[in-house]
């Protein structure tokens, strides 16, 4: 591999970094005081390597017990600490960044890994340049529950459940719309969401919710696989659903789903000459007329 080019003039270089993890044992995504995070123990893997403090941003927050194999974050290095990352001696054929990604898979616990670093294009932001974000939530309608080699990532159902009813409920809300009666309530954040994809399917005792949304308010996707489970169950009508759209604040009629079904599977962005266009987008408040 030739010499890594550092850029020059001083300042910053954003790297983006892709990342998986099992959530069961991480209080989140997002960096908190005595708690383990997963944003945490990046930045401190990452600060490690680097010797200097770095604070990662990642595509979404995810919440307590909740997975991921396609979360996508940026971190800010100062060009003089980008070095460190680089061993004295190289592979052949390897990429610029791959024996920091062998780093932090030594550095790393077992339950979350960097799959990749490369250097972000101008105008990447990992949280505002996103186009959406895709989640899988799983679970398992079989008698004996889920098998062992699942448990941490499928969701037991003790009932049984009408996928042909949640899929109808699901279509009623697709679309632009105020989901406050799906989000857990934070100041000054807004509830409108595009949500784009939200299907079912059964195979077997597996049955597979697949969600997709330009972006997702504090515990929505666990939200609206509740709400459609009770669907599921023949406890609410499939209209019901769409009827809470009109709510203006976390409905109390059902409960948000377990969080070890739900992963993150991935996080699109536009082309690299749409990036800044797309973050000033995204900034932007957004209304339902």
Do not use: N
């Not at 974000?133 to 004996?144: D, E, G, K, N, W």
């Amino acid at each position: 591999m030739s010499e890594p080019a550092i850029e020059s003039g001083g300042g910053l270089v954003r790297l983006r970094l892709d990342i998986a993890y099992d959530g069961t044992e991480f209080a989140g995504w997002a960096v908190q005081t005595g708690q383990r995070t997963v944003a945490g123990v990046l930045e401190e893997a990452l600060s490690t390597v680097f010797r200097t403090a770095v604070v990662v941003r990642g595509a979404g927050r995810t919440d307590t017990g909740v997975h991921a194999t396609g979360q996508v974050a940026h971190v800010d290095v100062p060009e003089e600490a980008l070095p460190h990352a680089y061993p004295r001696a190289t592979r052949p054929g390897d990429s610029e960044f791959l024996p920091l990604v062998r780093r932090l898979g030594r550095f790393l616990s077992r339950d979350v890994r960097v799959l990749d670093v490369k250097r972000a294009a101008a105008g990447f932001d990992a949280r505002f340049s996103a186009l959406r974000r895709h989640y899988v939530y799983r679970l398992s309608t079989a008698p004996f529950g889920v098998e062992p080699h699942e448990a941490r990532f499928v969701t037991a159902w003790p009932r049984p459940l009408d996928v042909d009813a949640m899929t109808e409920a699901s279509r009623k809300l697709l679309g632009l719309h105020d989901f406050a009666a799906f989000c857990r309530h934070r100041e000054g954040a807004t509830t409108i969401r595009d949500l784009q994809r939200l299907d079912w399917s059964r195979e077997g005792a597996r049955v597979t919710a697949h969600v997709s949304a330009d972006a997702f308010c504090w515990s929505m996707v666990r939200s609206l696989v509740g709400a459609l489970l009770a669907v599921g169950e023949h406890r609410r009508e499939p209209d019901w659903c769409a009827s809470l759209l009109a709510a203006d604040r976390r409905s109390s009629e059902f409960a948000a789903a377990p969080p070890q079904g739900l992963t993150l599977v991935g996080v699109d962005y536009p082309s690299d000459d749409q990036l800044e266009a797309r973050t000033k987008v995204t900034r932007d408040l957004r209304v339902v007329d």
